[in-house]
């Protein structure tokens, strides 16, 4: 049964859709069956991982709310293990179309639970705003991987997405678990990014990742090429961060799952 993780940030150009397309590549590359749902209306993971958008592609809005099963959406990406669920500029109407339905907060995570089994990982890629879109993403998530750039209003850009993810668990009942604050865009050569660095460590100590992401043109270049990271350049320091990024979610992973059975 699936892990379902949503990567979300309030903030635009955090490095969000950059982290969904590459560590969904990267956990793939651990010969693990991975589905990246793209429910962002400008599209960019299903651009980002080479998938061209055409009028007669079934996407998520066709699951959400044009009444197409699921499956019907699934794509397969160049990348073994990785499927996509695509997004293009009609999910814009979702939010307005969610509004009068019935459970509408509910919507993603009822459809996503037929397909769940297939998978080890579901990965949602939200868009940049706390709108019904993300907000489904996070009812349906088991954790939520925060991707935040090292500027001087990260911390206050955090704070309001902790707060939606207190009001996600205590309204919907989801225990809803922080996967992780991932630094992204990292230049260590700058004093501001080792201040923000330190001052969220500070402030949310062991929930930060050890891993980093840096600054790096490949990492930018390779969505216009729609290639992951991995298959743009296997050996640049953006492929190997999102490597190590992995590794570190299945560790954690592993380690709760000790920790449950021992404390059971």
């Avoid at 669920?85 to 179309?97: F, G, Y």
């Amino acid at each position: 049964m699936a892990k379902i993780i949503a990567i979300s940030n309030q903030k635009g150009g955090v490095g969000k859709t950059t982290t969904a397309v590459n560590l969904a590549a990267s956990l793939a590359a651990n010969d693990l069956r991975v589905l990246l749902l793209d429910c962002d209306p400008q599209g960019n993971s299903t651009s980002g991982l080479g998938v061209e958008k055409t009028p007669e592609m079934k996407t998520l809005y066709d699951a959400l709310l044009g009444g197409v099963d699921i499956s019907e959406t699934i794509r397969p990406t160049d990348c073994d293990g990785l499927d996509l669920i695509p997004a293009d500029k009609n999910l814009v109407a979702a939010n307005l179309d969610l509004v009068d339905l019935p459970n509408r907060e509910y919507r993603l995570q009822q459809i996503i639970q037929q397909i769940r089994p297939r998978y080890d990982y579901i990965l949602l890629d939200c868009p940049p705003a706390l709108d019904l879109l993300t907000l489904n993403a996070l009812v349906a998530a088991d954790s939520v991987l925060i991707p935040i750039q090292c500027e001087f209003f990260a911390l206050e850009g955090i704070s309001q997405l902790m707060d939606t993810v207190d009001r996600v668990r205590e309204s919907f009942s989801r225990p809803l678990k922080i996967e992780g604050i991932l630094l992204t865009m990292y230049d260590e050569r700058t004093n501001l990014a080792r201040q923000v660095a330190e001052d969220l460590k500070e402030f949310f100590s062991d929930q930060v990742l050890t891993t980093v992401i840096p600054r790096s043109i490949r990492l930018a270049e390779a969505p216009s090429y729609g290639k992951p990271i991995l298959m743009y350049d296997p050996r640049s320091r953006g492929a190997e961060s999102y490597i190590k990024l992995a590794k570190e979610i299945l560790a954690n992973e592993q380690r709760q799952r000790q920790n449950t059975q021992s404390a059971g």
